[in-house]
């Protein structure tokens, strides 16, 4: 006789996609509570617009189009204003200033930074600290780090292509 038991859920995650990216716009400016523990980093390849680099090359639409590489980083975050739960989107060069201002990537989670983003052709984004999270939400607990993969596959539609029909396998 096996016994089991019934799992439980009293709050089940809310159907579709339900973590978005946060992206700055120029001019704009936000301020973000980091969650995450590192900045979690994929290759995608620039079309136009943002397509995914996927693995085995051979796969890969973008590389053997030789579409131009571009590393994007992305942080679990809590918009302060919205408070949503979402991936901050940072690139290479904002990633490296993010991480020197905190000192070491391993300040990323319970940092609060104020994101603002220049007006004008060569946009950059500077960061301001703000108080750590811990001082201004005492008590509660944070958010788990969440890895952005689930989101990126909604939103890339991020899937290999299909091969050219012959089997209907994706
Ligand atoms: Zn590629």
């Given at each position: 006789?096996?016994?089991?038991?019934?799992r439980q859920e009293d709050n089940p995650p809310p159907a579709g996609p339900k973590l978005k990216l946060f992206r700055l716009k120029a001019g704009e400016s936000a301020n973000f509570a980091l969650l995450g523990q590192k900045v979690h980093g994929v290759w995608t390849h620039w079309n136009g617009r943002t397509d995914p680099c996927v693995e085995p090359k051979e796969l890969c639409?973008?590389?053997?189009?030789?579409h131009p590489q571009r590393w994007k980083g992305y942080i679990f975050a809590r918009h302060e204003s919205t408070l949503e739960l979402g991936f901050l989107e940072v690139t290479q060069a904002m990633?490296?200033?993010?991480?020197?201002?905190?000192?070491?990537?391993?300040w990323l989670r319970g940092s609060r930074?104020?994101?603002l983003?220049?007006?004008?052709?060569?946009t950059?984004?500077?960061?301001?600290?703000?108080?750590?999270w811990l001082q201004e939400h005492e008590g509660?607990?944070?958010?788990?780090?969440t890895s952005p993969m689930e989101t990126l596959r909604v939103l890339f539609e991020w899937r290999r292509p299909k091969s050219?029909?012959?089997?209907?396998t994706p």
């Open positions: 006789m096996v016994h089991f038991t019934y639409n973008g590389c053997a189009k030789q990633r490296e200033k993010l991480i020197a201002l905190l000192n070491g990537e391993q930074v104020k994101a983003r220049g007006n004008g052709q060569k950059s984004v500077q960061y301001l600290l703000l108080r750590p509660q607990p944070m958010p788990d780090d050219d029909g012959k089997n209907g």
